[in-house]
């Protein structure tokens, strides 16, 4: 496993992390969370992540329940605040409040004094960043989160939230978590080279398009019920699976799965600390992380960018 620095942050992650949206504590159960952390344990990683709005705050339990008895100093564990957590006006977003009330509901459900990185799941229009920033400050100087983040936070919002930081002579971001992979590239244009600017580290989400890039999904024929796909038109549109289509052979050439050669493609920027997977069964894990040991040559990724026109 390659470890990476976190932007100019000290700590060090896997290249390849192990996320919970959508599996742990909902569609795959306790003892299957269990494996898949186990076989990532013995792979080599160190992160993983988790929300307090995944299944009402159930995956960051069983996460902590799957992690139990591992050395937490090894560990960098990852958890977000900003959906709905409660009928209550103050059970969501991003105020003072909503910050420290939540952040105290996680560490007691995963089980930990600390969480090594917090993000701010989205941007919140209604509280003032300036009361945000000042908050996640204060976690950090409490000891209770060491690094803060934010998620999907357009380049603007995280240009700002620096500038305060600088200001005021805060503790400065050290993540941003955005989506990326082959068929969703928007942090090209301006996150990307603004987390590049301030040191901030990437750990992209849906690495492999929510299983498109696995390639498991075919022109022409209808995704199978209860498969993530049939959820997402947009990754399902014709156009993207016909470039999954053309991705195969430049896989196969390459002597890599599909999903090594997705998971590859976005760890081949330097800003990416981490690419995070989901996974409902070990051997997923097995193979995936096999990705941190893949170098694409020019010509692979020239191929790549011509697939994917």
């Not at 909503?98 to 701010?120: A, F, M, N, P």
């Not at 990754?235 to 991705?247: C, Y």
Request: charged content about 25%; glycine content about 10%.
């Amino acid at each position: 496993m390659q470890y990476r620095r976190l932007g100019r942050a000290g700590i060090k992650v896997s290249a390849v992390s192990l996320g919970s949206w959508l599996t742990y504590g909902g569609s795959v159960g306790t003892e299957g969370a269990k494996a898949c952390v186990r076989a990532a344990l013995d792979a080599g990683i160190n992160h993983f992540d988790t929300a307090d709005a995944y299944q009402g705050g159930q995956a960051e339990v069983v996460l902590r329940q799957a992690l139990e008895g591992v050395d937490r100093g090894s560990l960098v564990i990852a958890t977000k605040v900003y959906w709905p957590t409660g009928p209550g006006p103050n059970d969501r977003g991003t105020s003072r409040k909503h910050l420290l009330e939540s952040v105290d509901r996680c560490l007691k459900r995963l089980g930990t004094d600390y969480v090594d990185i917090l993000y701010c799941h989205r941007f919140d229009e209604e509280t003032d960043i300036e009361e945000t920033v000042f908050a996640l400050n204060d976690l950090v100087q409490q000891g209770k989160v060491l690094y803060a983040g934010v998620s999907e936070w357009p380049a603007y919002r995280i240009k700002e939230a620096r500038e305060i930081e600088r200001r005021l002579h805060l503790r400065a971001l050290a993540a941003s978590q955005p989506v990326y992979n082959m068929l969703s590239r928007g942090i090209e244009r301006e996150v990307l080279p603004v987390c590049r600017e301030e040191g901030i580290g990437l750990i992209v989400f849906s690495p492999l398009a929510q299983g498109v890039l696995t390639g498991k999904y075919r022109t022409g024929e209808p995704a199978p019920a209860g498969s993530r796909g049939a959820g997402n038109e947009r990754l399902m549109r014709e156009e993207n699976l016909r470039r999954v289509e053309r991705l195969r052979p430049i896989a196969e050439q390459a002597g890599i799965p599909l999903t090594q050669l997705a998971l590859a493609w976005v760890l081949r920027l330097p800003e990416i600390s981490s690419a995070l997977i989901g996974a409902s069964r070990p051997e997923q894990v097995a193979e995936n992380v096999q990705a941190s040991d893949v170098r694409l040559t020019p010509d692979v990724v020239a191929a790549v960018e011509e697939a994917l026109k």
